[in-house]
């Protein structure tokens, strides 16, 4: 293919119905679910193999020829092997010049080898155009048409004609290409695929650890505590009651860190007079997963409600309910309602159920599907504002529950607050100082600083 046909193709992909041929080195598993994808695109296929002898696994209308001969029919060609096979290439040094050769390996462990698989392939062939591009597709997406989940495909390469040749075709299969810059970004693009959830780690270990000691403090103070001193085999709280506690507690701190970092980027700027200098890594890192630790606060407060629901089920809120109803019964006393009790046992319910509510609100509007359609300006309106009116909404639901236990002796087991006394240390101390923040003396400055204002320019770039 000369130049001024490529620029034609790379230009202009729908002129003509009619496809170039596209070569496939690789006859496995992802080589052939991607030869069936691109035959279903509408593009001739060819496979290089050592063996020409036609499979029932090969697409039908493909064609199976040597490498030699294959590589031959088609200015692309995918290579579909891996790393340490390579070799067979640089035979084919002369026939492959001058080609765009489209790296898809990836390895079996993070940073296996000192340089990508696609800076290896360059330095084999000198004279071929590689880009590193389809490894972040499985073949099942291929084979199965279920792409939803990874319709993103990085593109990486030196030769930019090359590269858009490649991207067209990834049009044409349905996906989305995303380039990603020359082929220096092959080492991370081959990495990503062996990432397990790399945005989740932080948000997983933080919860786990922040459940295990509440946990462990809720078993302590009300089983362990009450059967020493009590005398009282309250064990089967592990079951309903503590997790009931847990799950709220770890609801309302989570949604808490979500806003956390949010402060203390505006108090940094105040403090720097600019926005123009990064914020220290463990903020950056922070600010990156608040997405994760909100929906990871949303199921906990998904589970608070479920718990509760199943409360009055438990074979112990029966046995207490009816131990009142007899001893009542005993004594020949009716107990008044008491309305202060009822106001109170009311406003912390609707509270929840309102804070929920605006809970559930948000995890929707993060959803991809929803966030695409709302506008920069409603996005921000409802993570921000009704973030926070969200977060107000259940520290007020679980002041009003557990408030009473502040100024009640008998509440501090081992002279160690309540647990509800604990979960409302950060979300209060993120409330006061956002309160803060929007008095107009310090949010004018703040937004001025954000509008590019600078009080000492010579940090600016």
């Excluded at 992802?30 to 069936?36: K, T, Y």
């Amino acid at each position: 293919m000369n130049k001024n046909s490529s620029n034609t193709m790379a230009l202009a992909p729908n002129t003509s119905n009619k496809k170039e041929t596209v070569c496939i080195f690789g006859t496995g598993d992802f080589g052939r679910a991607l030869g069936h994808k691109m035959i279903q695109s509408g593009y001739p296929v060819v496979y290089g193999s050592r063996s020409t002898q036609i499979s029932n696994l090969i697409p039908k209308d493909a064609e199976v020829l040597g490498h030699a001969e294959a590589a031959q029919k088609a200015a692309i060609i995918i290579i579909a092997i891996q790393r340490q096979h390579y070799n067979f290439l640089t035979p084919l040094a002369e026939i492959l010049r001058g080609k765009v050769l489209v790296d898809i390996s990836n390895n079996l462990k993070l940073n296996q080898y000192p340089d990508s698989n696609a800076e290896h392939l360059a330095q084999l062939l000198p004279g071929s155009k590689v880009v590193k591009a389809f490894n972040t597709v499985s073949a099942w997406a291929l084979q199965s048409g279920t792409l939803d989940a990874s319709r993103q495909v990085f593109v990486c390469g030196d030769d930019v004609e090359a590269k858009q040749m490649v991207m067209n075709i990834v049009r044409a299969l349905g996906l989305t290409p995303l380039d990603k810059g020359s082929l220096l970004a092959a080492q991370e693009i081959e990495n990503y695929p062996l990432q397990l959830f790399p945005m989740w780690k932080f948000p997983i270990f933080l919860s786990l650890g922040l459940t295990a000691f509440f946990f462990l403090y809720c078993v302590a103070l009300d089983i362990i505590y009450t059967y020493i001193y009590e005398k009282n085999n309250f064990s089967f709280f592990i079951a309903i009651t503590i997790p009931n506690r847990v799950c709220p507690v770890m609801a309302l701190i989570l949604l808490a860190l979500v806003y956390l970092p949010g402060v203390f980027a505006a108090i940094i700027q105040l403090y720097r007079g600019t926005k123009y200098r990064r914020f220290p890594d463990w903020l950056d890192k922070w600010m990156l997963c608040r997405k994760q630790l909100g929906l990871i606060a949303l199921a906990f407060a998904s589970l608070h409600v479920v718990f509760t629901l199943v409360t009055p089920l438990r074979a112990f809120a029966s046995w207490r309910t009816g131990k009142g109803i007899i001893s009542q019964a005993l004594n020949n006393k009716t107990e008044p309602l008491d309305h202060t009790t009822a106001w109170l046992s009311d406003s912390y319910l609707a509270l929840g159920i309102l804070g929920f509510f605006l809970f559930v609100l948000l995890g929707i509007t993060s959803l991809p599907s929803v966030s695409n359609n709302v506008n920069w300006r409603e996005f921000r309106f409802v993570q921000s504002k009704l973030g926070y009116l969200a977060l107000i909404l259940c520290t007020a639901h679980t002041l009003v529950y557990g408030g009473k236990w502040f100024l009640s002796p008998s509440a501090y087991k081992w002279y160690l607050p309540n647990i509800y006394i604990l979960s409302l240390i950060v979300p209060c101390a993120v409330l006061v100082v956002k309160f803060v923040l929007i008095f107009p003396c310090v949010d004018k400055p703040l937004t001025q600083i954000r509008q590019g204002w600078e009080r000492n320019p010579k940090y600016s770039k």
